[in-house]
């Protein structure tokens, strides 16, 4: 899963309000299920660079292009494995770390909470408390 078209404009919607985007942690690495051409529009109507999602862009499959359009300096991925180049392997049943408390200015979860048989746990906004 990932970020549709709504999900996009709430995350516009959200910058445009002054939502930070400086360091993203995405819960499972996120497909981006928006056509470049819908994405390309909604950046430059928000007045957001879009060179990104430019017909001559690399591959816009996944997410981070869209975070870094939202000005993401850093985008890492937290995955139950590292099939996919993640940069931390964590099971999503069992309770964040230290490590990662306070380190991230925005968690982003587009699909994964619903794979996880301990919801309380993998839900709990641990990545925010000291």
């Known amino acids: 899963m990932g970020p549709d078209i ?11 309000r002054g939502m930070p985007f400086g360091d993203v942690l995405k819960i499972g690495r996120q497909d981006l ?5 819908k994405m390309r529009r909604g950046l430059t109507k ?14 816009t499959r996944f997410a981070e292009p869209g975070f870094k359009s939202l000005g993401a300096r850093s985008i890492a991925s937290l995955e139950a494995s590292a099939f996919e180049g ?4 964590h099971k999503p049943n069992q309770p964040v770390g230290n490590e990662f408390k306070q380190r991230f200015d925005l ?12 919801f309380p746990v993998a839900s709990r ?6």
């Open 33 to 37: 299920n928006v056509d470049p051409v």
């Open 6 to 16: 709504n999900s996009v404009q709430f995350l516009i919607a959200a910058h445009k």
């Open 86 to 89: 993640e940069k931390f392997v």
């Open 125 to 130: 906004t641990n990545f925010l408390l000291p």
């Open 107 to 118: 968690v982003y979860a587009g699909g994964t909470l619903e794979h996880v048989f301990n």
């Open 46 to 59: 928000a007045g957001l660079p879009d060179e990104l999602f430019s017909p001559d862009a690399p591959d």
